[in-house]
Each structure stands twice: as structure tokens, then as C-alpha cells.
């Protein structure tokens, strides 16, 4: 079975119950996320054998999200205690014309403080098949990209298969590193990009169009400026408003432009974790389909994820494929 490694920090969600304002309820539900970690579960959820590495709190808080990672079948055997506590994010959810809110509460949190010398990459990525990270890692502090780099050289020795989701958000960035900077190095470490137009015009200070004719160009550029990057796969999002979303899926994979079909998603139970979905639905269509089945098969699980209370996407293979046969019906499975 393929060992799919993610990297990156466990947050606890806090929301009110329903679309309420934080300050219409006395009454707040928790999830436990954090994108790796959502890429993990699902993954598992879709029958991979996953690991996740990071560090949560050493008391109950810690306890809990480590409980519920290992709930889903992920490994937490590398998962590092600390005094430090665990992030927090708070969300509102929208609806219609209304978006949904967050605010973060991570700045000084357990993953924060990871340091190299806490994570032993070799014995980590020891039959390691995938190593997937994203851009919200480096940007948490210096010791978190000093300890990201340390596994992505590691991973490069031993020819790992490494996706890159750069997930650029620029109120991270607090520390006096340069995004781009950044980002750029550790994708040159790389060998699968999960992005578009944007994130490679943040990244290469172009200014492609987001098209097909944008976004073909864009992909050669990128994999001419990182040569280890041979494919470039990339989803496409309407929103009507809140709570009515069409989802396409489309790739550039060094050969041929790959494109999907549109999906309709007509009520959102909740749009947290979509993205993590999709990149979870491409890692397991890497490892078992062709390239175009691949795309589809993150499309399918992009899209079901908007049906799925919390952060992390918990539908089966069965189910995604399900989708992929044109089975959009809902109807009951008796």
C-alpha cells in the first residue's frame, strides 16, 4: 500500500451553530482541521495508508486532535507534544450574498515552534511513496519552513513523489521572509504543483490570464523556471453566492491541456476543506488512475466535499467514482 506523508499544522475550528454570528450564540461546535492534515484524512478515508507529522499541545486539547486524526486512520506515531497551545480558528459561516468569516488564532501556537531537530525525517519518510505539503507551512514561522526544507531535501534523495500546494496567504507572511522567495525554493524541490493562473503569477510575477490560453502557457512557464515540476493540475470555481458553487477541474501535464467536466453544487453544507479534498483526490488518482481519470477523481471529491459537515473530506472511493459515472442523482442507496 502507498505511504503518503503530509506535514503541516492540526487547528482546532470553533463556530457557531447553523449561519449564525458569533455574537447571536451562546452555543459553539468545534471540528478539528488544518489543510495537510485534512489531505491526510481523506486520503485515508479513500483506503491510502497516511502519516501525518506535526505538534499539538500537550494537554486534552492535544489529546483530542490527535484522537480524532487517528479516528480516520491516520498515523500520528511522529506527531511531536508541546507546551505550546494548540491554533485555533473561529469561523462564521454565510449564507447567499453573506460570505463566510474566519479569524485565526495560530501565531504562537504548537506547530509555530516546530523545529528541525524535532521531526526525524528519515525514519518518517522510510517507505515513503508521497510527500505532500502547501504554502501555509513556511508561512507560520521561520522554524516551520527551516524544518519543511529539511523534509523536502530528504525526500528529494530518496525520489519521493512531492506535491506542492503553494496556498498563498499573504496575512501569514509575518516574519520577514519573502513569500515568493520562499515558495519559490521549496517548489524547486517539488515535482507535482497543485495551482493555477494566480498562484503562478504570485509566484513568477507574471500576469497570465486566467483561461485556457493563460493558463497553458502559465503551466510551461512554470515547469521551465522548476524542471522538477512535471505536471500542473489546477481547479476552476463560480460562485453564484454562498451557497451555489460550480467546481471544473483542468491540468497541464508537460504533454497535453486535461479539462474536466463541470459539477454543480446547488446547496454547500460547508465549504471549509474543498481544497484539500481536491488535492487529496489528485494525490489518489496519481497513485491509481491515468492522468485525465485523475483530474476527474479530484473534481468528484472536490464536490462532494462541499456535502460534508467539518474540515476534512470522509468519502470512500466507491463514492467519488460513483460521481464520475454521472451518478448526481442523490437518490438513497438501499
Not at 511531536?80 to 485555533?88: A, K, R, T
Not at 531535501?153 to 513569500?179: E, H
Amino acid at each position: 500500500m502507498d505511504k503518503v506523508v503530509t506535514f503541516g499544522e492540526v487547528l482546532m475550528r470553533i463556530a457557531p451553530l447553523g449561519n449564525k454570528k458569533l455574537k447571536q450564540s451562546n452555543q459553539l461546535e468545534y471540528y478539528f482541521g488544518g489543510t495537510e492534515a485534512n489531505v491526510a484524512i481523506s486520503l485515508s478515508q479513500l483506503g491510502n495508508h497516511t502519516q501525518h507529522i506535526g505538534a499539538v499541545s500537550n494537554d486534552f486539547v492535544g489529546d483530542a486532535a490527535k484522537s480524532y486524526l487517528k479516528k480516520y486512520g491516520v498515523n500520528i506515531d511522529y506527531i511531536i507534544d508541546s507546551d505550546h497551545p494548540l491554533g485555533l480558528y473561529f469561523l462564521e459561516v454565510g449564507a447567499v450574498m453573506r460570505p463566510s468569516t474566519i479569524s485565526y488564532n495560530r501565531s504562537h501556537s504548537a506547530f509555530a515552534n516546530i523545529k528541525p531537530e524535532h521531526v526525524e525525517w528519515d525514519k518518517v519518510l522510510e517507505n515513503c511513496t508521497w510527500f505532500h505539503w502547501t504554502g501555509i507551512t513556511p508561512a507560520l514561522s521561520h522554524s516551520a519552513y527551516e524544518t519543511l526544507k529539511e523534509g523536502l531535501l530528504l525526500a528529494n534523495k530518496k525520489g519521493i513523489t512531492i506535491s506542492a500546494d503553494p496556498a498563498y496567504r499573504s496575512n501569514l507572511w509575518n516574519y520577514g521572509k519573502k513569500a515568493h522567495e520562499i515558495l519559490n525554493e521549496l517548489i524547486e524541490l517539488s515535482t507535482i504543483f497543485i495551482g493555477g493562473v494566480n498562484e503562478i503569477n504570485e509566484l513568477l510575477g507574471t500576469t497570465f490570464l486566467n483561461s485556457k490560453e493563460g493558463f497553458i502557457p502559465a503551466s510551461k512557464l512554470l515547469t521551465k523556471e522548476h524542471p522538477n515540476i512535471k505536471k500542473v493540475f489546477d481547479k476552476e470555481r463560480v460562485s453564484r453566492n454562498a451557497n451555489w458553487h460550480k467546481i471544473k477541474a483542468r491540468a497541464w501535464n508537460g504533454i497535453e491541456f486535461l479539462e474536466t467536466d463541470e459539477l454543480e453544487i446547488t446547496h454547500v453544507i460547508d465549504r471549509i476543506g474543498t481544497g484539500d479534498a481536491y488535492a487529496a483526490g489528485l494525490i489518489h488518482g496519481l497513485l491509481h488512475f491515468d492522468d485525465h481519470k485523475a483530474l476527474e477523481f479530484a473534481n468528484a471529491a472536490c464536490a462532494l466535499k462541499h456535502t460534508i459537515e467539518g474540515d476534512a473530506n470522509l468519502v470512500s472511493e466507491k463514492e467519488v467514482l460513483n460521481i464520475i459515472q454521472g451518478n448526481l442523482a442523490g437518490r438513497i442507496v438501499r
